[in-house]
């Protein structure tokens, strides 16, 4: 069975001690949750910070971006192994916001997935569609070519590592939520993209829904069946918030 994937993306948010206080508040809270991994992605100059903060607790830690080379001369830049080393386990990949203000493409996204992948991170690779796109009617071509490119040259048993969230940019921080029915239909689709290209993998790949996530619409979200966990932005800010969403059963 597919265990839900819960992960908060703070994006450009909070410092090292607010982020530290965040998740020290948040600790208690969720601690008894069962059946369901939950991760934080603080900004990059907040990791080591929280990693200690989280030190001997269940919740993981993860980037919101990752350079593809291992080193070298890259102003700015972060490689896979750097965040390995302040205590990364997960890393999103091809954001909406990556793919929109910084012209990131599913070949881009492709070798960062496969970076993060030699270092040992677990991918959180970003798809979905824009408004225009879905008023189109173009969901579920723009949802295959994101997700093709982004595992391009995998072997199945890598893509069972890697998680993908599904988020409709137009759901992305405006409160506009994709109805449970819509989101189930969208993640059934990319599910069986993964399916024809890598066989039985699919069954074990944890497909998130994310935009707009809040404590009111997560139970029925995760209730869909190939719903595995969500990529909360807002919402995954504050403590309570946070764990009212971990602890939506
Ligand atoms: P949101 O962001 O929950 O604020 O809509 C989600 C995301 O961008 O990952």
């Not at 989280?54 to 291992?70: E, I, K, P, T």
């Not at 599904?166 to 990319?190: F, H, K, L, M, N």
């Amino acid at each position: 069975m597919r265990i839900p994937v819960i992960a908060g993306n703070w994006k450009m948010h909070k410092t090292g001690p607010e982020g530290a206080a965040m998740v020290t508040a948040l600790l208690p809270l969720v601690r008894d949750a069962r059946e369901v991994e939950i991760v934080i992605c603080p900004p990059f100059t907040a990791l080591e910070a929280v990693g200690r903060a989280l030190a001997g607790s269940a919740v993981r830690m993860g980037a919101q971006d990752v350079h593809w080379q291992a080193e070298g001369a890259y102003t700015g830049e972060v490689s896979a192994g750097m965040l390995v080393a302040v205590g990364c386990s997960h890393v999103i990949i091809g954001h909406s916001e990556r793919r929109q203000y910084f012209g990131e493409t599913d070949e881009l996204v492709n070798r960062k997935v496969k970076a993060a992948l030699s270092a040992g991170l677990v991918p959180i690779l970003c798809v979905g569609e824009t408004l225009e796109q879905r008023e189109a009617g173009q969901t579920e071509e723009i949802c295959r070519t994101q997700v093709e490119g982004g595992l391009k040259g995998l072997a199945p048993e890598q893509v069972k590592g890697v998680i993908i969230a599904y988020e409709p940019v137009w759901a992305i921080g405006t409160g506009r939520t994709a109805s449970p029915q819509d989101a189930q239909q969208v993640i059934r689709s990319i599910r069986q993209v993964i399916r024809e290209i890598f066989g039985e993998a699919a069954e074990a790949v944890r497909i998130q829904y994310g935009g707009s996530v809040k404590p009111e619409n997560a139970a029925e979200l995760m209730a869909q069946p190939d719903i595995d966990g969500a990529l909360v932005g807002g919402a995954s800010l504050q403590a309570e918030t946070f764990a009212a969403i971990i602890n939506y059963r």
